[in-house]
């Protein structure tokens, strides 16, 4: 699969995946109200009916089967997530391997980041409590964003040369790195079903789905 057929059929992948969000929260979206009357300033000033809090966002229909599907599909997503994290932890090695002392604090600083990051996604999800709407369809999202950065060498480029303030010989190498990475990337999902990747943040987080369907 080439680098350019690959990315416009995760443009795709995306919109698709946007246009089911959109379903799933339909019933749960507040209302636009419409817009003012011309001169509608100096009109009567009309009263406001009541405020009402928002009821919660509804849970997709097809939760109870999405988790059956991940139990069925469970040992092809866990090797799925574990050999991209193999690939992830190489680069990071690769990358210090490549660092002055003096770029060592910007290496930390950046690991901090990700971490507060990943603590920042997971935000509001808590064992004793069912996933929402929402939050399964940025879960299943969310490795699509990922594929993106991997995919896309030249910005991810830019910005790690920019974090760890790389010399233009840092550069030449850590561009290696990420053509490697993606290469290795591309291969691990040609050589998986689909469903490993668009699952692969949710699986974890399965029980909380609810029962399966039988």
């Known amino acids: 699969m080439t680098s350019r057929v690959f990315i416009a ?3 795709v992948v995306m919109f698709g995946a946007g246009y089911g969000a959109r379903l799933w929260t339909e019933r749960s979206r507040c209302t636009v109200p419409p817009p003012p009357a011309l001169l509608g300033e100096i009109a009567t000033k009309q009263k406001e ?4 809090n928002s009821a919660p966002p509804e849970r997709p ?3 109870a089967r999405l988790a059956a599907e991940i139990e069925r599909l469970r040992p092809g997503i866990e090797e799925f997530r574990s050999r991209m994290e193999e690939i992830d932890d190489e680069m990071d090695r690769q990358t210090l391997a490549l660092l002055r002392p003096d770029q060592m604090p910007l290496w930390e600083k950046l ?3 990700r971490i507060e990051y990943r603590q920042k996604e997971e ?3 808590t064992a ?3 996933l929402t709407a929402e939050q399964i369809s940025s879960l299943r999202q969310r490795p699509l964003y990922k594929l993106l950065a991997v995919v896309v060498v030249p910005q991810k480029l830019e910005w790690i040369v920019e974090e760890l303030k790389l010399d233009d010989g840092q550069k030449v190498k850590m561009r290696e790195i990420l053509l490697a990475r993606r290469d290795k990337f591309l291969a691990l999902v040609d050589s998986s079903p689909p469903p490993s990747l668009s699952l692969s943040r949710l699986a974890p987080l399965a029980k909380q789905l609810g029962e399966p369907k039988k």
Do not use: C
């Open 9 to 11: 059929l995760l443009t």
């Open 49 to 52: 009916p009541p405020k009402t």
């Open 61 to 63: 229909p097809n939760a």
């Open 111 to 113: 690991l901090k980041r």
């Open 123 to 125: 935000a509001g999800i």
């Open 128 to 130: 004793d409590r069912l």
